[in-house]
């Protein structure tokens, strides 16, 4: 029973390593969506960076998949429009909390930030009240 908490356990501390690796060696926060953002830019070194980055996360799955055989994948009984929907409204959260988890909940919480506090809450809170919508008025499980 142990066993099945261990790659949660095991990512949680990989994330957290990642994100005070990438504080301490260059100083900025390890949010994903601001990675992303930053696709953007015309800075080669940042855009180095941050493909780098977002190569080393979609490596670490792949590696994780490969020695355990355990892959993420969508829930077949979600629809495909619903997961869709999930999709750009995550999109909208993090642009208007200027932020996605990985950078409030992993390092603004870290650092002690209020703003990252009210965002993590209203992740969260939101987070419930969708479950609860999707499985108990929806009827999707």
Same mark, same amino acid.
């Given at each position: 029973m142990?066993t $099945?908490?261990?790659?949660?356990?095991?990512? =949680?501390?990989?994330?957290?390593?990642?994100?005070?690796v990438?504080?301490?060696?260059?100083?900025?926060?390890? @949010?994903?969506?601001?990675?992303?953002?930053?696709?953007?830019?015309?800075? $080669?070194?940042?855009?180095?960076?941050r493909?780098l980055?977002?190569?080393?996360?979609?490596? =670490?799955?792949?590696?994780?998949?490969?020695?355990?055989g355990?892959?993420?994948?969508?829930?077949?009984?979600?629809?495909a429009?619903? !997961?869709?929907?999930?999709?750009?409204?995550?999109?909208?959260?993090?642009?208007l909390?200027? =932020?996605?988890? $990985? @950078?409030?909940g992993?390092?603004?919480?870290?650092? =002690?930030? !209020?703003?990252s506090?009210?965002?993590? !809450?209203?992740f969260?809170?939101?987070?419930?009240l969708?479950?609860?919508?999707?499985r108990?008025?929806?009827?999707?499980?």
């Open positions: 142990l $099945s908490y261990l790659p949660p356990l095991a990512g =949680g501390v990989l994330i957290g390593a990642s994100a005070v990438l504080m301490l060696f260059n100083g900025r926060v390890a @949010g994903v969506s601001g990675m992303v953002r930053g696709l953007f830019t015309r800075d $080669s070194f940042a855009l180095a960076e493909l980055f977002l190569a080393a996360l979609v490596a =670490g799955a792949a590696l994780v998949e490969q020695w355990t355990m892959s993420p994948s969508a829930r077949p009984a979600f629809p429009w619903l !997961l869709a929907m999930a999709g750009v409204l995550v999109g909208f959260g993090t642009a909390a200027r =932020g996605c988890t $990985s @950078g409030h992993v390092c603004g919480l870290a650092r =002690g930030s !209020l703003r506090l009210v965002a993590v !809450l209203v969260v809170a939101v987070a419930m969708t479950t609860f919508v999707v108990h008025v929806w009827g999707i499980a």
